[in-house]
């Protein structure tokens, strides 16, 4: 049986050790006040299980932000942040697992600035390890599909080995953890 506070401490822990920040929600519509406070763009939210589930498009229309739904290969450029749900995670890095085989997905996780990411805290796994089950049942499902690893906001220090924050990606990531989200890894 899993220790879901240590899980849940040791992931956030991590998450911020990397440069995440992560936000202890209490349901969806703490997650939804979240984003209207930091959001003042448009914001694009792909098609995912949970959200779809949750009615969560529909949400931050009502809240007053400008919800991209469609067309992301014109509006992805110019979207100010992402939304997401999310596979599992792996606490002891801090590590999210996103199946992103639809382009909405890609195009949301990399190029707006911001990426906010919901998290069921009943998704998190002690490490890679425990983290192979659900992995391949991914596979399983669609042999061809692509999981994404997110650590953190982008970085990279192939310029001059000067650790740049966002040239690959967001500049932030923000990790929402609503519980009773989807407890269903298979669900994004």
Not at 12 to 34: I, N, R, S
Not at 83 to 98: K, P, Q
Not at 137 to 154: C, E, F, K, V
């Amino acid at each position: 049986m899993k220790n879901l506070p240590e899980l849940k401490k040791s992931f956030v822990a991590a998450a911020e050790v990397v440069g995440a920040q992560v936000v202890d929600c209490k349901g969806l519509k703490q997650a939804v006040d979240y984003l209207v406070e930091r959001v003042d763009g448009s914001l694009l939210c792909p098609t995912f299980v949970s959200g779809e589930k949750n009615g969560l498009a529909d949400k931050l229309k009502k809240a007053g932000l400008k919800v991209v739904t469609e067309d992301f290969r014109n509006q992805a450029a110019s979207a100010q942040a992402g939304i997401t749900g999310v596979n599992f995670a792996m606490a002891d890095t801090g590590t999210l697992a996103l199946e992103s085989t639809a382009e909405d997905i890609r195009l949301a996780t990399t190029l707006p600035e911001v990426h906010f990411a919901l998290l069921d805290p009943a998704k998190i796994y002690a490490d890679s390890l425990e983290a192979v089950e659900p992995l391949r049942q991914l596979h399983q499902r669609d042999p061809r599909n692509y999981i994404a690893y997110i650590t953190g906001p982008s970085r990279t220090a192939d310029i001059e080995r000067v650790l740049t924050i966002g040239v690959h990606g967001p500049k932030e990531l923000h990790i929402l953890l609503v519980p009773k989200l989807s407890n269903d890894p298979l669900e994004m």
